[in-house]
């Protein structure tokens, strides 16, 4: 049974530019919630996505954006790069209807480096 | 949940037993969660529970929760140095999902 997998390990990029990062959940799981983890810090909720749609989002601005496959899979976009948006972000995936809850499995993250 | 908050450091010997601490904020929380991240790596999953439990025994790991007080811990027997890590207590955002985290507590083991 395949885990949540993340494309690239690790990517490094210069203020201005945009980057996208890839998920793919794991195997039955439907929803995709996307996290942010400054170093010392724990994750931060950036958004989730359930049937394509972005279901909820928390405290980033615009220049974070995503998408939803039919698949399931997921990708998480950042426009305009600064250099705070370095950070691991971390990709989640859980199913809504599991017996505990929407129990949240996590990817080993992509590892982004603004320079 | 708002703000969960966690001491930053632990260390302990090893074969001793770790006990973690977490406050939460949100009551109404269904699920409160422990996970675990290793040097460079992604989160993982080390245990749960659910509200209405006041304690969970899982080999090793024993969750204890007071709703009362808000207050979460995770006990870790017979520590080993593979335990070393970051432990992070999570609570729901709203409703059922997504997390909130804590900043994590570094769990050093000493041989």
């Known amino acids: 049974d395949a885990g949540v997998t993340q494309s690239p390990t690790h990517l490094i990029k210069t203020r201005g530019q945009q980057v996208t990062l890839r998920c793919s959940p794991k195997s039955g799981h439907d929803t995709v919630s996307w996290y942010q983890q400054a170093l010392g810090q724990g994750p931060q909720f950036i958004f989730q996505?359930?049937?394509?749609?972005?279901?909820q989002r928390g405290n980033f601005p615009d220049r974070f954006s995503g998408h939803q496959f039919p698949n399931y899979s997921s990708e998480l976009n950042v426009n305009a790069l600064l250099l705070g948006d370095s950070a691991l972000y971390l990709c989640?995936?859980?199913?809504?209807?599991?017996?505990?809850?929407?129990?949240?499995?996590f990817g080993p993250g992509t590892r982004l480096l603004v320079l | 949940g708002e703000d969960v908050e966690q001491s930053l450091f632990l260390s302990v010997r090893e074969g001793d037993s770790s006990v973690i601490n977490c406050t939460y904020t949100?009551?109404?929380?269904?699920?409160l969660y422990w996970y675990k991240q290793e040097p460079g790596a992604g989160l993982q999953l080390l245990t749960y529970?659910?509200?209405?439990?006041d304690m969970k025994q899982d080999q090793r790991l024993t969750v204890l929760l007071n709703k009362k007080d808000k207050h979460l811990s995770l006990r870790i027997a017979d520590t080993q140095t593979g335990d070393s890590a970051i432990y992070f207590c999570a609570e729901p955002y709203s409703g059922n999902t997504p997390l909130v985290f804590g900043k994590g507590t570094r769990l050093s083991v000493i041989a």
């Open positions: 949100d009551s109404s929380s269904t699920y």
């Open positions: 989640a995936s859980s199913l809504p209807t599991s017996g505990i809850g929407e129990t949240q499995y």
């Open positions: 529970i659910f509200s209405n439990m």
């Open positions: 996505y359930y049937e394509e749609e972005e279901r």
